[in-house]
């Protein structure tokens, strides 16, 4: 069975309904358990894949570009290039001290992330956050001068505050610049406010697709993580103590009764929540072994009915 592909925005990309997030590659996977679980991806049907120049910065002996490297070893050895819808992204600390989107930086950084992804083009650039210093006028300007040169195809932005993106899509329309299409924030069962008070409303307004990261809450949603005993299984651990508590309890009692109604993993559940909310495009996901992947098949194949989305959008009011 073919996965359905849906349409990112406005663009002319079509993506599978979930999105393999590339900040483990070179973190709690090396090239070649990235090379297995990227394989075993594009075997099921899914066909986008999620990165960023400062993957994987944080671990100690990197420096940035390290999943951007893999993925394009990966693309290169399997000359799969044109079947990949690739995201990445530009702005983070990279060691500059601050978040960058000036022109000049933008400029040298997309170079170095095109020749790290073995790649001539980038089908979704994004901003990876707000950098309140740089006008979003001299941002736009630095992006058209990068589709015009079929360096990207489509730009978006990510965990920008609501009037930033605002303030970024009226400069477009005023300026005859290209707007962002796409937004990427945090979003999932146990993080809903900053969405959905946030620019989940501009999303909807101007037709911008959406895919979340965190989706599963840091490994949260995935039921693992029940006790503060849990916490040690893994390099992520730490991220979770906070939903320890009534809520994430609750959360994980509706996940766990929705998930034994359609016999699939809790994981799955929490992601097919959010391909069926409204404005979601797709979640982004990450899985260290074939295991994970198949819980992302199970999320793009179940129907959760009014009952189910109603229990969980309870438990997590």
Known sequence: MEL?????????????PLVFGGNVFGWTLDEGQSFAVLDEFMRLGFNAVDTADVYSRWVPG????????ILGKWMKSRNNRDKVVLITKVG???????????EKY?????????????????????????????????????????????????????????ERLEA???ASSKGGLP???????????????????????????????????YSLASGFLTG?????????????????????????MRILAALDEVAARHEVAPAAVSLAWLMARPGVTAPIASATKSAHVQAFLQAA??????????????ASA
């Open 4 to 16: 359905e592909k849906r349409r990112l925005g406005r663009t002319n990309l079509h993506i599978a």
């Open 224 to 248: 693992k993580y029940r006790s503060a005993e849990d916490l040690g299984q893994s390099a992520r651990g730490s991220g979770v103590k906070k939903y320890l508590n009534e809520r994430g």
């Open 92 to 102: 983070s600390d990279m060691g500059q001290g601050k978040k960058d989107l000036s």
């Open 168 to 170: 970024a899509i009226q």
């Open 301 to 314: 194949r179940i129907e959760l009915s009014a009952e189910d989305m109603a229990r969980l959008n309870d």
């Open 62 to 69: 990197n420096s940035g570009g390290e999943s951007e490297t």
């Open 179 to 213: 707007r962002y299409e796409v937004f990427e924030p945090e979003y999932n069962l146990c993080e809903r406010k900053g969405f959905e008070q946030g620019a989940a409303e501009v999303c909807a307004r101007h037709g911008l697709g959406v895919i979340t990261y």
């Open 106 to 162: 933008i400029m040298k950084a997309v170079e170095e992330s095109l020749r790290r992804l073995q790649t001539d083009r980038i089908d979704l650039y994004l901003s990876h956050w707000d950098d309140e210093s740089t006008p979003v006028e001299e941002t736009l300007s630095a992006y058209a001068k990068l589709v015009r040169a079929g360096k990207v195809r489509w730009i978006g932005a990510s965990n920008f505050p609501a």
